[in-house]
């Protein structure tokens, strides 16, 4: 029934649909949500050829929950890695009845680590546990086993480390409100004529007052063309770059 109490329309007594699986156990046709059709080829696996009967079966049976190729795309993709895994083994498996917990506990450490890693081991445990012969079984057990979560990367401050965080912020602050209190004072008297000219403060004063009406400091232009910061010494070799701000 439709989600307002109305009896679905049923399919038309001839209707067929079209199983995923080709008749030779071998390529397998996913159909999007917009009816667009695309084949799996499980042919070119480096495996036997029962494996990779077994893996597109499976695959088959996981593809009646896709409305989209990227999904489909997305765990073929994972058992390619997986049959290539397999081929490597020194005796790799006929079928996947030859499967052990052993093969599966090393695909599972070669895949640890990363999240690409664990979404591989997800798709891969998925569709095997689609297999009916991998039902029941040491392997099925070890395919039960959830896939852990990654560890985060980034790790929280402990307490004591946060305090010194907040500590060493609030001594920042407090030293840049200072110096632009003081600034902001001596901007005032230099406006105000209230220092001495040449002297220090009147110095620092024409400074702030260039760098609030221009937004820089006062620059010397050098034979190389490069243009210097002329006030750096006086305002303790630290460059027109240093927060001389909060005036205006």
């Avoid at 009896?7 to 001839?14: E, G, L, S």
């Avoid at 765990?75 to 006929?94: G, H, N, Q, R």
């Amino acid at each position: 029934m439709s989600g307002r109490g109305r009896k679905a329309v049923p399919p038309p007594p001839d209707h067929y649909v079209e199983p995923p699986l080709g008749p030779e156990g071998l390529v397998v046709t996913v159909t999007n949500k917009a009816g667009f059709k695309k084949e799996y080829d499980f042919a070119g696996f480096p495996v036997a050829g029962p494996m990779q009967r077994s893996l597109a079966g499976a695959f088959a049976s996981q593809s009646r929950n896709w409305t989209s190729h990227r999904s489909a795309q997305s765990y073929w993709s994972s058992l390619k890695l997986f049959a290539d895994f397999i081929s490597e083994l020194e005796s790799p498996p006929e079928d996947v009845v030859g499967l052990t917990p052993a093969v599966m506990q090393s695909w599972r450490e070669a895949n640890s680590g990363t999240s690409a890693g664990t979404n591989k081991q997800s798709m891969v445990r998925t569709v095997l546990r689609q297999g009916v012969r991998l039902v029941t079984g040491v392997v099925a057990e070890e395919l039960a086993r959830r896939v852990p979560a990654l560890k985060p990367s980034k790790q929280s401050f402990e307490d004591a480390e946060w305090e010194r965080v907040v500590l060493t912020a609030q001594r920042q602050f407090r030293s840049a409100w200072l110096r632009i209190g003081e600034n902001t004072r001596l901007l005032n008297s230099w406006r105000g004529n209230d220092l001495a000219e040449g002297s220090r403060g009147w110095k620092i004063g024409k400074i702030l007052d260039h760098r609030a009406r221009t937004g820089d400091v006062p620059r010397t232009l050098h034979p190389s063309g490069d243009r210097g910061v002329r006030s750096s010494r006086l305002l303790g070799g630290k460059g027109a770059e240093q927060t001389w701000g909060g005036c205006s």
